[in-house]
Structure formats: structure tokens, C-alpha cells
């Protein structure tokens, strides 16, 4: 089976930079992604890493050990409307559109203070 | 814009009664389609895999007579919630790939919050 870890909430002020970790245990590895929820809302894509490395998109950025099997998602400049749940998930099967599901982390609560 | 739509955003329905959520992929063709359920402050469980023109997949623990899976298109999956119960009430979400993209991302309908009475 699938299993991923990361902490249940992160506090940081605005402009800080911040980042959330996520290990796994999964039987197969098709990559690590990275999502936004914001209350109420639905998931928002924010990254992939299928490599090892990092992966900038923006102020957000997501890095990848598979030897580890370990990732994180790093938040630059921090900003009031970045609170959110961030879940790292991992997807069960090869090809997403054919069968491959996401299977989600417990979700990470970022609270931005000022 | 959105590119999946789910529907109704929000409902209220009385214990023992059935309710139906509807997504559709827009502007493209979703052969699969996945609905998760998620509890306040919790995570987004799977809860089954919906496969046009074919049974849908439950995961283990989710009673398929309870939540009926319909995928009559390649635009539109059906859940509905059988004599929903208040321990039923949460907030549902679909979600598609989008054929042609690198299949890196899941796009997710805006969820449905359900509140059984």
C-alpha cells in the first residue's frame, strides 16, 4: 500500500520562507505531487517532481529524493493568502488518465501571520 | 478557467433520502474520473474510480450500493449518496486528468458539501 507523512501544521510570518516535508512509502513510485486547498475549496495543482531535484515554479518550489523517499515543498515570501492545507500525494499506478490515482498525504495546515 | 465542473456546490438533504453530484469535464473527454470524499481537517480519501461505459472501482470499505457510480459519457460521472445518513455529511470532490497533458497534474471539480439531517 501507499502511506505519506507530513506535519500537521506550519506557522510563519509574511515574507518568511517555509517548508513542509513529506516522506512515503509506496509499492511502485510515479512521481510526488504537490496541492493547495484553501477552506472550502477544492485542491489547486502546485507541482510535480518525478526526479530527483528541484522544481521552481514561482515563489513555490518542490524537491524530490527518491533514494529517501522524501520530498518537500518549499514557499518563498511568504503572503496572507498562502494559508492553506498543502497535501503532498503520490499517484497508484503508471499513467494517470489509465488508472493512476492520487493518493494523499494527512495535509499540512500553513498559517501566514503578519 | 474551470475545466472541471461538479454540481451542486452545496446541499441539505433529510436522512434516509438519495442525492445525486454530477461532474463534467469540460471542453475535453475524461475516460476516467476519481471521487474522493474528505472530513474536516482530514485528507481527501479515495473513495472509487469511475470508468466510462464500465463498472466503477470501489476502494476498499466503501459500500457500492450506497454510492452509485454512473459514467454514461465521456463528459459526465454521477455519484449519488443512497439513503444518505448524517454520518454521510462531508464534502465530495471529483477530479479528471485531461487527456495530452503530461498527466502531472489532477484537476479537481469545486467540490460538493453535503449535509445530511
Known amino acids: 500500500g501507499q502511506s505519506l507523512e507530513q506535519p500537521s501544521e506550519v506557522t510563519a510570518v509574511e515574507g518568511a520562507i517555509v517548508q513542509i516535508n513529506c516522506t512515503y512509502q509506496t509499492s511502485g513510485f510515479y512521481g510526488l505531487s504537490w496541492y493547495q486547498q484553501h477552506d472550502g475549496g477544492a485542491p489547486t495543482f502546485l507541482s510535480y517532481?518525478?526526479?530527483?531535484g528541484l522544481e521552481e515554479t514561482g515563489r513555490f518550489s518542490s524537491f524530490l529524493s527518491r533514494s529517501d523517499s522524501y520530498g518537500y515543498l518549499l514557499l518563498q515570501e511568504l503572503q496572507m493568502k498562502d494559508s492553506a492545507s498543502y497535501f503532498c500525494a503520490v499517484r497508484d499506478g503508471r499513467i494517470y488518465n489509465q488508472g493512476g490515482k492520487l493518493i494523499f498525504g494527512q495535509g499540512t495546515e500553513l498559517s501566514v501571520k503578519p | 478557467g474551470a475545466v472541471v465542473s461538479q454540481h451542486p456546490s452545496w446541499v441539505i438533504c433529510k436522512s434516509g433520502t438519495s442525492v445525486k453530484i454530477e461532474c463534467r469535464s469540460l471542453?475535453?473527454?475524461?475516460?476516467?474520473m476519481f471521487w474522493y470524499r474528505q472530513f474536516p481537517k482530514q485528507s481527501l480519501m479515495l473513495m472509487a474510480t469511475?470508468?466510462?461505459?464500465?463498472?466503477?472501482?470501489?476502494e476498499q470499505g466503501v459500500e457500492k450500493d450506497k454510492f452509485l457510480i454512473n459514467h454514461a459519457s465521456l463528459t459526465l460521472s454521477t455519484l449519488t449518496v443512497t439513503s444518505a445518513h448524517p454520518e454521510d455529511s462531508s464534502f465530495y470532490i471529483c477530479?479528471?486528468?485531461?487527456?495530452?497533458?503530461?498527466?502531472?497534474?489532477?484537476?479537481f471539480g469545486q467540490g460538493t458539501r453535503l449535509t445530511v439531517v
Open positions: 477530479s479528471a486528468p485531461m487527456t495530452g497533458t503530461r498527466n502531472t497534474e489532477a484537476f
Open positions: 471542453d475535453f473527454q475524461a475516460t476516467t
Open positions: 517532481n518525478a526526479l530527483d
Open positions: 469511475s470508468n466510462e461505459g464500465s463498472k466503477a472501482t470501489y
